[in-house]
């Protein structure tokens, strides 16, 4: 009897995660229908992969223009990378839904936050200007938060990660939601 | 309604604020490489000059002994390369005199042929992990390219921007340097390179790495290290640094060997940056 009801209860959810999965896939599916959307979210992926390989030091303009991978980088070049295409995405469908879609509001907090994080766990704190700014205002509070920006930068990009899926999921929600008919009660 | 805009203005002056204080060493690379030594301004409270005209002296003997002896052993590579340690003196540092004889006579660790036509000084913290990825990735590459071949040499400075056990390191290394060992003990301690400020550059630590490093006089290091006695060379070399506009580690400038013609280096670079610079270096 136990595992009837384990197995009724868990295939809804299943159920319910499959559906879901499907409608965010209909939404980027409506949103990239449109080729500007496409330009748009790949230049902004474009943009945060630059700006995200600079902080990593992995892209270097001057004196010459030079990518390169070492070995203790590729962790970091991954999240990072996946990070650069969320933001394209989210950025991308969330003007979808300003423009197409009057009184809609898009999921703000998750969306910074996300992409906040995400530029600041990029970078080694301690060893850039930020770090040298930390320490020179704040003193010992300077070097314990750059030194938690340097030390936990993998989690951060999980989390910026995750805030940036969460915002994804929402503005993908708000985009296939069923429309409803609210009638008036007091017209007959 | 509110709730969100104050956050999103928070974040996102927060978020501009990262982004133009983390690009800004960019600009400052562009100002660098069009610097002229004798652009660069005199560093602000230095130690008198007289204070160390006696250690001076006796310093300038210890490096002719020094190139007499000729070469030693490069830790950075399998192979055997000439290498030149100064004893270590603490002595005022100024931009205006980047030449290697100068730079020998500040105590700095070098390695390479004290007459090659290039020098690179290295800006770094032994807790910076982008430093770490320099020694390990990009400087096998310039020694047995540059240093081993005699094109060109390196020097290091000490610029401690990660907490005070980056400040022991650092008088570490130069007790490492006092025994001709800094090269040995750069590669050590990189290479055992941990969290930052997670203790694993504090006093104990660094002795137990030092100990690992063969023909090491554990005695002579550890007094060295309990007496804080390349201290004020430290925070000459950290002086240096922020007088040239140093904004980050590593950071690196690539002079003739007389001092003249600087040009920054930002960031833990590979090889092909590097070598676009000595290069150029080299024909001038």
Not at chain 2, 223 to 250: A, E, F, R
């Amino acid at each position: 009897m136990v595992t009837k009801r384990n197995v009724t209860t868990k295939v809804p959810v299943v159920q319910s995660l499959i559906q879901r999965l499907e409608l965010m896939l209909i939404s980027v599916k409506l949103v990239f229908s449109h080729w500007i959307y496409i330009i748009l979210a790949g230049t902004i992926a474009a943009i945060f992969w630059i700006i995200f390989n600079v902080f990593e030091q992995l892209l270097f303009f001057s004196p010459i223009v030079v990518f390169y991978l070492p070995e203790d980088a590729i962790t970091g070049f991954i999240l990072s990378n996946i990070t650069a295409i969320l933001l394209g995405m989210v950025v991308s469908m969330n003007v979808y839904v300003l423009r197409h879609s009057r009184g809609m509001k898009f999921n703000a907090a998750s969306f910074f936050s996300g992409s906040s994080i995400g530029v600041l766990s990029s970078t080694c704190a301690s060893c850039s200007s930020l770090g040298i700014l930390l320490v020179s205002t704040l003193g010992g509070a300077g070097i314990t938060l750059s030194t938690f920006l340097s030390n936990y930068q993998t989690p951060l990009r999980i989390i910026s990660i995750a805030l940036l899926l969460w915002a994804y999921y929402s503005i993908s929600s708000r985009l296939t939601r069923s429309c409803n008919i609210v009638y008036d009660k007091s017209d007959p | 309604m509110n709730r969100n805009i104050i956050f999103l203005s928070v974040i996102g002056t927060f978020l501009i604020l990262s982004v133009t204080t983390t690009t800004f060493p960019f600009e400052y690379n562009f100002l660098q490489l069009h610097m002229t030594q004798s652009k660069v301004k005199a560093v602000e409270g230095q130690v008198e000059e007289g204070e160390h005209e006696e250690e001076g002296e006796r310093h300038s003997n210890e490096e002719d002994r020094h190139q007499e002896d000729g070469g030693s052993y490069s830790p950075l590579s399998q192979d055997n390369a000439k290498t030149y340690s100064s004893s270590n003196k603490t002595t005022a540092t100024t931009p205006d005199n980047l030449s290697i004889t100068s730079l020998m006579k500040q105590g700095s660790p070098i390695i390479g042929n004290p007459t090659a036509p290039v020098t690179l000084i290295e800006f770094g913290d032994f807790q910076c992990e982008f430093c770490a990825r320099f020694a390990k990735v990009t400087e096998p590459a310039i020694n047995a390219t540059y240093i081993q071949t005699g094109k060109a040499n390196m020097v290091f400075k000490h610029f401690v921007t990660h907490g005070s056990d980056s400040v022991t390191a650092a008088i570490a290394s130069q007790c490492a340097n006092e025994q001709d060992q800094f090269w040995n003990f750069y590669k050590m301690i990189y290479e055992n390179q941990g969290p930052e400020n997670s203790g694993w550059a504090n006093k104990e630590n660094i002795k137990k790495f030092a100990s690992q490093i063969p023909g090491l006089d554990e005695q002579k290091f550890d007094s060295c290290i309990d007496s804080q006695k390349y201290k004020s060379l430290v925070d000459n070399d950290m002086i240096l640094g922020v007088s040239l506009g140093m904004q980050g580690t590593p950071s690196f400038i690539i002079v003739k060997s007389d001092g003249s013609k600087p040009e920054t280096l930002l960031g833990a670079q590979p090889f092909p940056s590097f070598q676009s610079i000595i290069d150029k270096k080299s024909k001038e």
